[in-house]
């Protein structure tokens, strides 16, 4: 085995073709609703579930997906608008003030978005900011000196919330446009003596069409291109449109002929050299050749990745057939990331029972979807992700989280199981009673248990692990089969008790981790 | 599956309640492997890895004042004179003070002059990237790849233990086999299995959240995603439940038992623990340190007296840690089964910066320390050469930076092989190819007590040398025998392999064939014992 092969293995990448994407048109039982709500979304309330059981998995996913939401209002407060002096430029003791404000209005942004998370009004829209965040990542403490001012974060968070619909190339677009990314991905220190290539590498082999589809030399072009984006990110720099605003230098622009990937930027006049004219064919111009020369390549990278996202983040266990498909209806849609959405959830492969509770839970997923099971809110939950290893807007590494099997080690699974069971403390008798109630048949022990247990579990427990869950409730609640009824309408202690009791058994179920 | 020895248990059942249906009580839930019936893991040696992380300055923790001149021109204001470094006269070294002074038991001085320290020079790579992070990846995976963009998602540990345990996480080791002191498993650890051990901060704490974590629910038999997903899963909550109590129970039966000083830096309080766990019994195989950041040092590196600040503070640090920590060993009686390396992402500039620091450079260099049994204490490489690229084209390279001398992981292939019995075949499946061991060990085996190091004993001839490049290698096989042949560069890369495989009895006499000029060495293993001679090729 030669070295090249040797590195082909790390990531080990079988085909596996199995299955055509075909729509799914039964009307979604209980089981698949609760499916749906946990991969699109970050977990079901009882609520959800049932406004969508009965429904066609279209008529669901076009109802979850959130078409007309673009965000909440911009929120009034320091992080979202206030500039700071460049800490690096000062002297220590001013260093460090400054950047305690930053990481101040950080974790309070943080904070902000996780609370959209939680929000149940539209439960796939921060999702796909999330699943868009993590293919365009970007680190608040980016090396081991820097910090992206929060305002700027917060920008490229309403961007990925604002597109997360639209097609891929106009978020492409608008991303590349953010001050966070322009600081983060070295454009702003870009000029015509000394294109900085870190963006457009990235941008190709990151954001959009993966390594081995491109040259060093359309790295080097496509650089020039991007010569003279800037953001007004500090106090005392030039602020031509107001703080985190994005601007163009047209002194740092290199005007020169450029080419790339074997078609031509032509150079321009001096009087040509505008922001809206290089905007208009170089920054655009790039993306518009990326898409037409490799819409191909472009639409089998996402496609892979929200398949990964959303179904199953082993990448042994691709399914070539199915991702084919689905990256050519998204290439042919003009990459439409609501195609794309739409077409993963409404499939017949999603609705697989094999696909049910193959996804080990993200911190985001653990925390917000217990949360969410039980109608609490966890005001710890920032500080709960971050111990979990995914801190938001501040991944490892430009090359994102690891994902998959990194996310549970023994670090993090005692963590997991600490954290779940301060979750399920804040519920109070009113919301497990609620969540009992809303359980069909809850005043037979038996169809209580299973209800339960469905809320709790991606896929059916064996009959023994049930049984003895039952006997759990049973010896809690000091009631059987026959005094269940009375002692769950009368809401009393000891069934309370014996219900919170039975959720704490559950965390430590393997299958609790799963989705 | 291949399925070996196993030890079954239920002792973690404990957990489970009185309420389990009968049918699951005492079911063997999963199977648990002693660590030293892991096949190539049967021995009782112990691996400790301490990173400096931030990219430590090489130029002034060993001082090139063999060339003092050229030294204090690119050093003018953060030099450490002659008079204040610690001159090893055996070698014509020149230590830090920091590295001597305040630290017990005579310091590096004293290691070196025991035969416990190895210093290895100019350890590096090709075309080394200053970025942290990414050279950082490069260090922590083992693999070398001209693409920069390549994503790293295991390490070269991690690979390694990895292949060991054919079954995990059907059946997991008894005790981690390695463990990270304090954050996030790092990517040294990462196998495509999951993490190959674990992160601890505090032994109380671990147990705390830990204890009792095993699943009450059983494991699945099946093969589907599902159930290997649900497997994985599992096997964590068991770890985390035995490997939370075995560390607890290690720490406070070891506790007691150090006999050493340690001092109140952070190294030498995290190798503190390490020891305790290593004499309250835990058979954990590899322990990690990361040291963080405060090596990445542009600024105000150093104060007037070249003794205090941020880079002789850290020099403090590490030189405290390894002596306590090696004292320790010693006095408890343990020391020949520890051995460990120090490693830092990158070097620094050789010229300064305008603000009394450096900036992010290449050619590193690291320590190695064991007991002078199986070390191979001294000084590995040749002097950094510091003229300038215009005057001397094997100098500083055109960005004013030193040139590596040896690829990163022959360290790692000495401590694969002669610390845990690793083959030939297991480092080609760690690194995608093999490596010449640096040499700063020797073999440590509970079989086998082998000490050989790296000599040809006149077991090959190898003619002519100087060679024009074609040359033949003969020798003579008395038995059967396992070979690995094979031809290295002057960093330790491989060039060739010309032999692998089982060879019968007798003579052989190969002709072999290097078209470019410089340095090799030629290597033939035969059943595990190697043999290594130099041959120049002038053309």
Same mark, same amino acid.
């Given at each position: 085995m030669d070295k090249r092969d040797f590195l082909k293995t790390l990531v080990v990448n079988h085909e596996n073709p199995t299955m055509p994407l075909n729509e799914f048109t039964t009307p979604l039982s209980r089981k698949n609703a609760i499916h749906l709500l946990r991969r699109m979304g970050f977990g079901p309330t009882l609520t959800e579930v049932s406004s969508i059981v009965g429904k066609t998995p279209a008529e669901a996913v076009n109802m979850l997906i959130g078409a007309n939401y673009f965000g909440?209002?911009?929120?009034?407060?320091?992080?979202?608008n206030t500039p700071e002096e460049n800490p690096l430029e000062q002297i220590q003791a001013i260093k460090s003030e400054i950047e305690g404000r930053l990481n101040s209005r950080y974790a309070q942004f943080v904070d902000w978005w996780a609370s959209q998370m939680r929000n149940d009004s539209n439960p796939a829209a921060e999702k796909f900011v999330l699943f868009l965040h993590s293919i365009w990542c970007i680190q608040y403490s980016y090396d081991t000196t820097a910090l992206i001012p929060p305002p700027l974060l917060y920008r490229n968070n309403k961007t990925l919330r604002k597109y997360r619909l639209s097609d891929y190339k106009t978020l492409a677009l608008n991303v590349s446009l953010d001050g966070a990314m322009i600081l983060f991905q070295s454009l702003y220190y870009s000029n015509k003596s000394k294109p900085n290539e870190n963006y457009m590498r990235e941008l190709m082999e990151l954001f959009t069409m993966g390594i081995g589809n491109y040259t060093e030399a359309d790295i080097r072009e496509g650089s020039r291109a991007l010569t003279g984006w800037r953001t007004a990110a500090y106090v005392g720099e030039p602020f031509p449109f107001g703080y985190f605003e994005t601007w163009f230098d047209s002194t740092a622009h290199d005007i020169g002929a450029k080419t790339f990937m074997k078609e031509t930027i032509a150079a321009r006049e001096e009087q040509d050299n505008t922001k809206d004219q290089v905007l208009e064919q170089e920054l655009k111009g790039i993306l518009n050749i990326m898409f037409d020369k490799r819409g191909t390549e472009i639409s089998k990278f996402i496609a892979n990745k929200a398949i990964r996202y959303f179904i199953y983040s082993n990448p042994a266990s691709d399914d070539s057939t199915f991702l084919n498909e689905l990256a050519s209806d998204f290439k042919n849609s003009g990459f439409s990331l609501t195609t794309l959405f739409t077409k993963i959830f409404t499939s017949e492969y999603f609705y697989q029972d094999i696909i049910k509770g193959i996804q080990i839970k993200t911190p985001a997923e653990f925390i917000i979807g217990l949360e969410k099971s039980l109608n609490v809110k966890y005001t710890s939950r920032r500080t709960a992700m971050n111990a979990l290893e995914q801190e938001l807007y501040n991944p490892p590494n430009v090359g994102s989280w690891k994902a998959y099997r990194t996310w549970v080690n023994t670090k993090t699974f005692p963590l997991r199981v600490k954290y779940a069971n301060e979750i399920i403390k804040l519920a109070t008798k009113t919301e497990i009673f609620d969540l009992a109630y809303a359980i069909p048949n809850y005043q037979s022990i038996n169809e209580f248990m299973l209800g339960l247990e469905e809320i709790f579990f991606p896929v059916t427990l064996p009959v023994e692990t049930s049984t003895m869950n039952l006997n759990f409730l049973k010896n809690e609640s000091k009631l059987d089969a026959t005094t269940w009824a009375a002692g769950i309408n009368g809401k009393t202690d000891d069934v309370y008790n014996a219900i919170v009791f039975v959720i704490k058994k559950f965390v430590q179920y393997p299958d609790f981790q799963l989705t | 599956m291949k399925r070996r020895n196993f030890l079954h248990t239920t002792a973690a059942l404990s957990a489970a309640t009185a309420l389990m249906p009968s049918f699951l009580k005492g079911k063997t839930f999963f199977d648990v492997i002693p660590n030293e019936k892991i096949a190539g893991f049967e021995g009782d040696s112990i691996t400790i890895i301490i990173e400096m992380f931030g990219g430590n300055d090489g130029l002034n923790t060993i001082i090139p004042l063999h060339d003092e001149k050229r030294y204090l021109e690119l050093r003018p204001n953060i030099n450490v004179p002659k008079e204040l470094a610690k001159n090893f006269n055996n070698l014509d070294l020149f230590l830090h003070p920091n590295l001597v002074d305040g630290v017990q038991n005579g310091g590096f001085i004293k290691m070196l002059q025991e035969g416990k320290l190895a210093i290895v020079e100019g350890i590096g790579y090709e075309n080394p990237n200053l970025s942290h992070f990414r050279s950082e990846e490069l260090w922590l995976s083992g693999i070398n790849t001209a693409n920069d963009k390549q994503s790293f998602y295991e390490g070269w540990l991690g690979r390694f233990i990895a292949n060991r345990l054919p079954n995990y996480p059907i059946e997991i080791p008894e005790h981690p086999i390695a463990m990270q002191i304090g954050g996030q498993i790092n990517l040294m650890l990462k196998s495509n299995k999951g993490d190959m051990g674990i992160a601890l901060s505090d032994p109380t704490e671990f147990y705390n959240l830990g204890n009792g974590l095993t699943p009450i629910v059983p494991a699945k038999t099946g093969t589907t995603n599902f159930d290997n997903e649900f497997n994985f899963v599992h096997a964590l909550g068991r770890q985390s439940d035995m490997y939370s109590q075995a560390v607890y129970n290690a720490y406070n039966a070891g506790k007691g038992k150090l006999k050493a000083t340690y001092s109140g830096g952070y190294l030498s309080q995290q190798l503190k623990l390490i020891a305790s766990l290593i004499a309250g019994g835990l058979k954990t195989k590899v322990y990690f340190i990361k040291l963080n950041?405060?090596?990445?040092?542009?600024? *105000?590196?150093?104060?007037?007296?070249?003794?205090?600040?941020q880079h002789p503070a850290m020099l403090s640090n590490v030189a405290s840690g390894i002596c306590d920590f090696m004292l320790d060993s010693q006095l408890q009686g343990w020391s020949e089964r520890v051995a460990g390396f120090t490693f830092s992402e990158f070097g620094r500039r050789a010229y300064e910066n305008g603000s009394r620091g450096t900036d992010h450079g290449a050619g590193s260099m690291l320590f190695a320390f064991g007991d002078s049994k199986y070390l191979n204490s001294g000084f590995y490489g040749e002097k950094p050469n510091l003229a300038d690229f215009s005057v001397d084209p094997k100098g500083l390279d055109e960005n004013g930076n030193l040139r590596y001398q040896?690829?990163? *992981?022959r360290v790692y292939v000495d401590f694969l092989e002669n610390w845990f019995n690793a083959t030939s075949d297991e480092i080609k499946a760690v690194f995608g190819t093999t490596y010449l061991p640096m040499g700063l060990l020797k073999k440590r085996t509970v079989d086998v007590e082998s000490t050989e190091t790296m000599t040809n004993n006149n077991f090959f001839k190898l003619y002519p040398n100087p060679t024009s490049g074609e040359f033949n290698v003969s020798f003579e096989l008395t038995k059967n025998s396992n070979v690995f042949a094979a031809i290295y560069d002057v960093s330790g890369s491989e060039h060739n392999v010309f032999l692998n495989g089982n060879l019968t009895g007798g003579n052989y006499n190969l002709p072999i064939s290097i078209t470019t000029n410089g340095n090799y060495f030629v290597n033939i293993v035969v059943n595990g014992k190697r043999y290594v001679t130099k041959i120049s090729v002038v053309k």
């Open positions: 909440p209002a911009d929120p009034t407060a320091d992080w979202v | 950041t405060n090596f990445d040092t542009h600024v *105000q590196q150093t104060n007037g007296d070249s003794t205090t600040g040896f690829q990163y *992981q």
